[in-house]
Structure formats: C-alpha cells, structure tokens
C-alpha cells in the first residue's frame, strides 16, 4: 500500500509572498499584549496541527487511510479560523477600550460628568438680589458733602441705573454733629464704585451683605405668564369664532380679567428682575466723637440749653396751672359748701 505523497507549497509561490504578510509581521503589527499572546497561541496550535497531520501521512495507522482532495488544507484551514478568533476577540476588545465603545471608568464618569452640566446650569440660572449695608464715621465738617456727593453721584451717573429710594441728614444746631441715612439701588458696578468711594474715605466702622435667592419666585412668575397668555390667546380664537352676542360678552369680560392678571404678573416679574440686574446699598453716615468731646460735652451742653430749658421748664408750669385751675375752682366751691353745711349741723346740735 502506497502512503499518499503530500503536497506542499512550491518554493516559487513561498518567496512571492510579501514579507508584510508573514506571521511575525502581523504579530509585530498587533498593538496590545492580550492580542499578541493570543496570536501567538493561535501560530503554535496551527504549527502542532500540521506537525501532526505531516507525521499520520508520514506513518498511517492500520486502518484504511483514504485520503480526501480537501484534507490538505484543512489544516490551513484550522490554523485560519483559530487567527480570525484571536483577531475577533482582539478587535472586540479594542472597540469596549478608550477608541470603541464606553468603558468602565467612562460608564463611572458619565453619571458624574451629566451631574456636573446639570449644576452649571442651575448656577447660571440663579437670580440673585444683594443689599449691602455700610456705616461710615466722619469728620462733622465732612458729613454733609459727603452726604451731598453721594446723592449727586447716583443721579449724574446714567450708567449706573441709580435711583435714591430714601434720603435724610439730620444735623445739630451747632453743626458739631449730626446723622445722615442715604438708600440707594444700581447697578453693580455703580454699587462698587460708590463702596470703594466710601472705603476711601477712610471712616468705615462696618459693612455687609445679604443676599436673597430669587430663583423660585421668578419662575414661578414666569410660568403664570406663559399661562396668562396662552389662555389669553385661547380666548381670542374663540372671540373670532363666536357668532352670539352672550358668548362675546363672556369672552369679553374674561379677556378683561386675564389682562389685568397678565399686568399683574408682568409688574411682579419686572419687579423682580429689577432686584436681581441693580442692587440695594444703605449708607448710615455719623459724625466722629472724640473723647475730648464726649467727657467736657454734657457740661457745654448744660450751659448751651440753660436759657431755652428754663423757657420750657416754665412754659410747663404756666400749662399745669392752666390745666389745674378749672379743677381748683370747683374743689373750693365744694369745700365751702361742706364747711357751711358742717356749722349749720353743729348749731342745731347746741340748740337741743
């Protein structure tokens, strides 16, 4: 029995093959470890298959051995389909990697990153309403201009949007002392520049800041505005397609209600987005006391209001005696009367 004569590649068709194209190069070119020991697996399994497959042909057993046409290169075959697997797994790995699809740490940081967004954008939409207060000591001579100053800055200034909501000075008859309130409302950099005025001057004894989140309130406003004017244009339609006289007096009456609501809602939310773009800034002005001032003080003052307390002291008087004089006459007509009626009762008692 003659052994089947194997056939092999000629030595022609071996050199034209493109040295790209061997094992070694497409394992050079497999960029990750896992692939390349896969690879590697896959060259030995196919190198041990036909090693195998050479010794049968070599020594066949004792069974009849019937080669087939296509049993060469079956072990080709199985060496390829073990490449395409490795190849598939690699590829497959590479695409769940950093160039595919999402990986764990990515799939961790998107909950993270989308938290993220959402918090920007809730700080971007804030509306926020600040009211600053400082309180200043100054010199008296420096009281009232600066007082002045700072009222004809708010109204000069047309960049500042500012508007004086409460003025007043109050100052002592000596012009030794006195007090001064200004409330204002601009916009913020009117608000800076009037602070950093103040700081200037060098007589800040306290400042501070409130802020109120208006964010709530201004959406709420704002979705009653949408509504209010949807329902307004509801009504509208249904004005142009109404043919009875009672259905346009309806319609009518309610187009009255929902714009005056609207107004309302408008005023409200104007309101509001004025408290948000300017900001409030109290001024409380005092004169500086010294402590030269503070301790010889209440004795000048003594000495400066002797004459005008004596005036008041005695206009108190001559109003007490005014009050008390009606009284005094009618309290003496009683008592005479009781003194009468007291002798007339002890002369009968002496007559018995």
Not at 225 to 253: C, F, G, H, W
Request: glycine share 4%; aromatic share 6%; charged share 25%.
């Amino acid at each position: 029995m003659k052994k089947p004569k194997c056939v092999t590649a000629s030595a022609p068709h071996a050199k034209s093959r493109k040295a790209s194209d061997t094992p070694v190069a497409r394992w050079k070119k497999t960029p990750d470890r896992f692939c390349r020991r896969a690879f590697f697996l896959a060259c030995a399994l196919r190198g041990t298959c036909s090693a195998v497959c050479a010794r049968l042909r070599r020594n066949p057993p004792d069974f009849a051995y019937n080669p087939t046409p296509f049993h060469l290169p079956m072990t080709r075959l199985l060496g390829l389909i073990l490449i395409a697997l490795s190849l598939s797994a690699c590829s497959k790995k590479e695409e769940s990697g950093p160039g595919g699809g999402a990986s764990p740490a990515m799939m961790a940081a998107a909950p993270v990153a989308a938290e993220s967004a959402k918090m920007a954008d809730r700080a971007e939409q804030r509306f926020l309403a600040y009211e600053h207060r400082v309180s200043l000591e100054v010199d008296a001579p420096q009281l009232e201009r600066l007082y002045r100053e700072l009222q004809d800055a708010c109204v000069n200034e047309a960049t500042w949007h500012c508007t004086v909501m409460d003025a007043s000075i109050q100052l002592e008859r000596d012009q030794r002392g006195g007090t001064a309130h200004l409330n204002l409302r601009a916009s913020p950099e009117g608000v800076r520049a009037m602070r950093k005025r103040l700081a200037d001057s060098g007589g800040v004894v306290s400042q501070g800041t409130h802020v109120d989140d208006l964010g709530q309130p201004i959406a709420e406003v704002g979705k009653r505005l949408e509504m209010l004017k949807n329902y307004r244009a509801s009504l509208l339609d249904l004005q142009r397609k109404a043919t009875k006289v009672e259905d346009l007096i309806l319609i009518a009456e309610k187009l009255a209600e929902t714009q005056s609501e609207l107004e309302a809602a408008t005023g409200q939310n104007t309101h509001l987005m004025d408290r948000v773009n300017r900001e409030v800034l109290s001024i409380d002005l005092s004169t500086r006391q010294t402590a030269a001032r503070s301790l010889w003080a209440p004795i000048g003052n003594a000495f400066r209001e002797f004459l005008p307390s004596l005036v008041r002291a005695s206009a108190s008087v001559i109003e007490a005696v005014a009050y008390l004089l009606p009284w005094a006459i009618v309290l003496s007509i009683v008592v005479a009367l009781f003194i009468k009626l007291r002798r007339k009762w002890r002369q009968r008692k002496t007559t018995q």
